[in-house]
């Protein structure tokens, strides 16, 4: 009589193995992995990504709308235009991925030495990650936006040079980074949402499918991740946004409420909604790519690799 097979355990749990495709993920796993993810995310969302930044940043009545800001772009600066600053987050946010991941791991086990943790326990290890991440975060994101924030003028200039200005015309803290604390708060709520979002449709795909869950699946459960994302940290977006993109530092340990009375008293609430719609629809491809891409190299890494 053959002998059964082993039982699977899952990889977060502290009784994984320390070999085979089935052992606890390693952080280097978790860095290549995310940087993966991270990669996926940029190339697929960065269009709408600097839709969406320019709808939060643009002088009032620039643009209609976002429909106009795809026409106006693609018609005075051409097509590669959508992928203006995208230097930063390729390089960047595969960084802050692998960083996000890691972080995300490790908060795992610092809520529960236990590998199934409640959606509650989720979104807090979710929070914890984002606090962690926003230390590569906000230059990250600050670069972008300052890059997304040219029009396609003959003053326009390359990342290293907003790099090169912003440290020698202020330094680490107020320029390199600049927004770090609205960043912060952003990445709390955002990243809270975030897993718990990816984890809860996740679930009840494993609950129908099994562990072994079919493409798709990823990049509906890393979608569903992604609204939930965008919709925990509005108006927060907008006004780290707005921050990152200014001629001057922000003044004061309350500039986050000063910027929101800013924008309230010149677009009314609308304003503090400003680019939720093409954040909406980018974060369906965006996320999905994600999450998907760091699901299939993790699991790639596990099986062939002893990381």
């Known amino acids: 009589m053959s002998e059964p097979p082993p039982p699977i355990v899952h990889p977060d749990s502290p009784l994984a193995p320390l070999t085979g495709p089935h052992r606890r993920p390693g952080l280097v796993v978790e860095l290549i992995a995310g940087s993966v993810g991270g990669a996926a995310q940029v ?19 620039m643009f209609k709308g976002p ?12 097509f590669l235009a959508l992928y203006k600053g995208m230097a930063s987050p390729l390089i960047g946010i595969a960084g802050v991925n692998s960083l996000l991941f890691a972080a995300y791991s490790v908060s795992k086990r610092v809520v529960s ?41 003959p003053g326009d200039k390359r990342l290293r040079h907003v790099v090169s200005d912003m ?5 680490f803290r107020k320029g390199i980074m600049r927004g770090f604390w609205v960043t912060v708060a952003r990445e709390i709520p955002a990243y809270a949402g975030f897993y718990a979002g990816y984890e809860y449709v996740k679930r009840g795909f494993v609950k129908q499918y099994g562990p072994d869950l079919p493409f798709w699946a990823l990049l509906t459960s890393g979608s569903c991740g992604g609204i939930c994302y965008w ?7 907008v006004i780290k946004s707005r921050v990152q993109q200014a001629d001057h530092p922000p003044k004061g340990l309350d500039y986050i409420t000063q910027e929101m009375r800013i924008v309230m008293k010149e677009s ?12 909406l629809v980018r974060s369906i491809p965006a996320a999905g790519a ?4 760091f699901e299939l190299t993790r699991d790639w890494l596990l099986k062939y690799t002893d990381w």
Not at 231 to 237: K, R
């Open 167 to 171: 440290w020698t015309h202020w330094g």
């Open 67 to 78: 429909v106009d800001i795809l026409m106006q772009t693609m018609r005075k600066e051409g």
């Open 231 to 237: 919709i925990s940290c509005y108006p927060l977006d």
């Open 268 to 279: 009314g609430w609308r304003g503090l909604f400003r680019g939720l719609s093409p954040s």
């Open 290 to 293: 994600t999450f998907a891409m």
């Open 113 to 153: 030495p236990y590998p199934d943790l409640s959606i509650p326990q989720i979104a807090l290890a979710g929070s914890m990650a984002g606090t962690i991440n926003s230390v590569l975060a906000s230059p990250v994101e600050m670069f972008k936006v300052r890059m997304q924030a040219q029009y396609g003028q």
């Open 43 to 61: 190339l697929v969302g960065q269009p709408l990504d600097t839709i969406k930044t320019r709808a939060q940043i643009a002088p009032k009545g």
